[in-house]
């Protein structure tokens, strides 16, 4: 669901735990897998040399260090509005005292501006430490999407809008939004959930975004150029997406 690379090693996540590579060899080096305190884990960062786990069944983000203990457990707190969801606070708890709840869906949190920043599936963009709004949710022609990857950056803004097809950037007060193609050779299911063109991954380099979707595939995006300069498909079976998007080196 997620990968974190910190300075000499890597992070991955799947829904309950998580395992650590050796940044050399990808040999599995540490691993911890807890149900008890992670549900349904989407996203982690490498932040302030600590790992930052959604643990998004538990409406929670949790800290850890680099040998995976548990340092803090925060459950996040909120409203539901007619169509989108609002964060009030933050509370520090002990992980066995939560309660399995899934009422935002936390499944977006990065650092790339020397603070920390998460989202949830219809949610502005919030500071971890303050609770403030970073930014606000975006809308295409006033309707919001089902979102995640809202990733703050030092010159912009990147955001999957996955139930809308498009990845949006935001630049200076303005935002652009861009069509992601589907796929044009995909095998369906009957599975509810799965589609061809959901967009669950993203990371940048330089001016290029890196969009995971599925069936299991990778597109670069020339954010200068404004289109896609490359596209690499790994399977074809709809139930395949690539999430957990980061640059190892450049």
């Given amino acids: 669901r997620g990968i974190a690379v910190a300075e000499d090693r890597i992070f991955v996540a799947d829904s309950s735990g998580l395992i650590e590579l050796d940044k050399q060899t990808y040999e599995i080096i540490n691993k911890k897998q807890d149900r008890d305190f992670f549900k349904s884990i989407h996203e982690i960062c490498y932040f302030d040399g600590h790992i930052w786990v959604t643990s998004t069944g538990y409406d929670a983000i949790v800290k850890l260090d ?14 539901s509005k007619e169509d989108h969801k609002v964060f009030t ?17 936390i499944n977006s949190i990065s650092a790339f501006s020397d603070r920390l920043v998460f989202s949830a599936l219809i949610t502005h963009l919030y500071d971890f430490e303050t609770m403030q709004v970073v930014e606000p949710m975006p809308s295409i022609n006033g309707v919001k999407s089902f979102q995640h990857n809202f990733y703050e950056y030092d010159d912009c803004l990147l955001i999957n809008m996955t139930s809308l097809k498009h990845i949006g950037i935001i630049k200076d007060g303005k935002q652009t939004f861009f069509p992601v193609p589907p796929a044009g050779f995909a095998k369906f299911s009957a599975d509810k959930i799965a589609e061809n063109n959901w967009n669950r991954g993203l990371t940048r380099s330089g001016n290029y975004a890196i969009i995971g979707s599925s069936p299991a595939r990778l597109l670069v995006f020339d954010m200068n150029k ?21 640059i190892l080196e450049v």
């Fill in 66 to 79: 680099l040998d995976l203990n548990i340092i803090e457990f925060w459950e996040i707190l909120g409203e």
């Fill in 89 to 105: 606070g933050k509370r520090q708890i002990d992980p066995e005292e939560a309660i399995p709840d899934d009422k935002y869906h």
């Fill in 226 to 246: 404004c289109e896609y300069v490359k596209y690499l498909q790994i399977e074809e079976d709809i139930k395949h997406c690539v999430h957990g998007l980061e």
